[in-house]
């Protein structure tokens, strides 16, 4: 297991991992095409927001599980490659929130009163105290655009300057946002009431531009911009027309379209009127070993086989939480497993019902184990939770979870049904205590089957000396019958036969078996 870390976190994070036997190199500053070279040695890889983790640096990493990100944003690396693969993409939001918020607020107050530039000319010689009439915030309204983690932090801070707080967040009610003090407001609102607007959104096809030409027109003359979001949010060169027009009477830039800023950036961060600070969001003592302290930690447990916390392509489950699901999680990676097994024809639906005791757990990680189970042995990527979901829809198989009421057999009840071109198999399974699982029905037939091992299953027609004349054919090869149990739908009708066996049964085994009369079919699978 060895990690790599290219760009620049603090030392506990490799203390962390050094210590739990974890070997890990530091290289920051990696041209890209060195780090495609190296990256098939890694298990992890731990960033920033320095390296680019493009589709060319993932297809490399033959052996990559994990990327940690120190931080929150994770526009620079590309999820949905790391997801086709299978790598989980993993964050530590949280960690530097109260910096990032703080960072804000000093941003706000500077660009207020002019405290950057004044600072510039007093140590220039000057004695301005005219030019840099500044002005106050008690009584502005802030809008607030993304009410996330940070947006949150930034309103209660400001709220104690006694600014006018409004936002806009599609995601956020009404009752989280009136908790901090603000109002709800639709964009609109935002641009022609506010004196300041703070963004915190992060940089989606959404937000991309979201402060437009078009929308700083709308805006207040004399309205303050602040970004320490992400670069990309704000059109930069929209903004420097604003400022120059008046429209903007200043702006205050943590983050750039291109970082470092690019040349074309240059006009609009020496503007007299615009203050900028070279991505110090996060940039304390405190956040920064927070978040290398916890990326550590999740990384380590990725690559130990403990619980998955903060990804971003994969739902979050809490560790107490995953402790009780993991026999669920097990069981349904079984019963994606034997239903692919057995199943015949093109797969086009997958229908899982969750009844009972189940439903007191997130189901979406159980879903994702079916279908683990199901594509496991259909391609040569490695398939896990992430990138299984996204396979069934590459592939076209729609995906269905029905959470039903009790069931008045079982505590717990998980039914798989499996559609193809040729018809459809139901396969039901359950715990039995903390962690026994069981598949207790096929079709129309109950019974108690352990999904473990090698096994052979059996259509047949319930008639006598069936199931004895599959035990001599067995036995005749040397082959130990571990377990082995059977359901009917009634009397005479269809049955099927399950048996564990002790080693695999060879193909004219199988043959033997499938010409036996009354045999209507037979499978063998491993689990
Ligand atoms: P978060 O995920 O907690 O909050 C983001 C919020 O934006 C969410 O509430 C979400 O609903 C909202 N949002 C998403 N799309 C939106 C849209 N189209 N319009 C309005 N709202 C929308 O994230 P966070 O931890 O609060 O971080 C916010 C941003 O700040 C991120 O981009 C993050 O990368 C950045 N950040 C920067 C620094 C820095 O160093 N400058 C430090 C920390 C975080
Ligand atoms: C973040 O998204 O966490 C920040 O931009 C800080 C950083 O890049 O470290």
């Not at 190199?25 to 495609?36: F, H």
């Not at 607007?197 to 929308?215: D, G, N, R, V």
């Not at 069981?438 to 037939?445: G, P």
Request: contains cysteine; hydrophobic residues 40%.
């Amino acid at each position: 297991m060895k990690v790599l870390i290219t760009d620049p976190v603090d030392q506990g994070c490799i203390d962390m991992l050094q210590k739990q036997g974890i070997l890990v190199d530091m290289k920051t500053g990696l041209p890209a095409d060195e780090l495609k070279d190296i990256i098939s040695d890694y298990s992890a890889l731990i960033v920033r927001s320095g390296t680019k983790v493009t589709a060319e640096v993932i297809e490399a990493a033959a052996k990559l599980k994990v990327i940690g990100r120190a931080g929150t944003g994770v526009d620079n690396i590309d999820v949905d490659a790391a997801t086709r693969r299978g790598i989980i993409v993993m964050n530590t939001p949280g960690g530097n929130t109260i910096s990032a918020a703080e960072h804000t607020i000093s941003m706000l107050l500077a660009l207020s009163r002019n405290i950057p530039q004044a600072t510039q000319s007093l140590k220039e010689g000057r004695w301005d105290r005219k030019i840099y009439m500044g002005v106050e915030v008690y009584g502005k309204t802030l809008g607030i655009i993304g009410l996330g983690r940070v947006g949150r932090e930034v309103a209660l801070r400001a709220g104690s300057f006694g600014m006018k707080l409004i936002g806009y967040d599609p995601f956020i009610s009404d009752d989280a946002a009136s908790k901090v003090g603000v109002k709800l407001v639709d964009l609109d609102e935002i641009f022609s009431e506010s004196d300041y607007i703070t963004l915190h959104t992060p940089l989606t096809s959404e937000t991309k531009h979201l402060i437009s030409e078009a929308q700083l027109e709308r805006c207040k003359t004399g309205v303050r911009i602040i970004n320490c979001a992400r670069g990309g949010v704000v059109d930069e060169k929209a903004l420097l027309k604003a400022i120059k027009s008046g429209r903007v009477a200043g702006a205050a830039l943590d983050v750039y379209e291109d970082e470092p800023p690019s040349a074309g950036s240059m006009e609009l961060l020496k503007h007299e009127r615009v203050i900028c600070t070279p991505h110090l969001g996060a940039s304390t003592r405190e956040a920064q070993v927070n978040v290398a302290l916890q990326v550590a930690q999740q990384v380590a447990d990725v690559l130990t086989g403990g619980a998955v916390r903060n990804a971003v392509n994969l739902p979050s489950i809490d560790p107490k939480v995953y402790q009780r699901i993991e026999p669920y999680l097990n069981l349904a990676e079984k019963m994606g497993s034997l239903q692919s097994q057995l199943g015949e024809g093109h797969l086009r639906e997958v229908s899982i019902e969750y009844r009972g005791d189940v439903l007191n757990y997130p189901t979406s990680p159980i879903t994702s184990s079916v279908l683990k189970g199901i594509f496991a042995g259909s391609s040569e990527r490695t398939i896990n939770l992430v990138n299984a979901p996204f396979l069934a829809r590459e592939r076209g198989v729609k995906v269905n979870e029905i959470k039903s009421s009790e069931h008045e057999d079982f505590s717990n009840l998980i039914t798989v049904t499996y559609c193809t071109s040729k018809g459809k198999r139901i396969i039901s399974g359950t715990i039995f205590g903390k962690n026994d699982p069981r598949i207790v029905r096929m079709d129309e037939c109950h019974f108690d089957a352990y999904p473990e091992g090698d096994m052979l299953v059996c259509g047949n027609v319930d008639v006598p000396g069936v199931i004895g004349r599959i035990g001599t054919i067995l036995g005749d090869e040397n082959i130990n019958i571990a377990r082995m149990t059977w359901g009917r739908e009634k009397s005479g009708g269809r049955a099927v036969t399950l048996l564990n066996v002790d080693s695999p049964i060879p193909d004219q085994v199988l043959e033997k078996i499938v010409a036996q009369k009354h045999i209507l079919w037979a499978k063998r699978v491993r689990l």
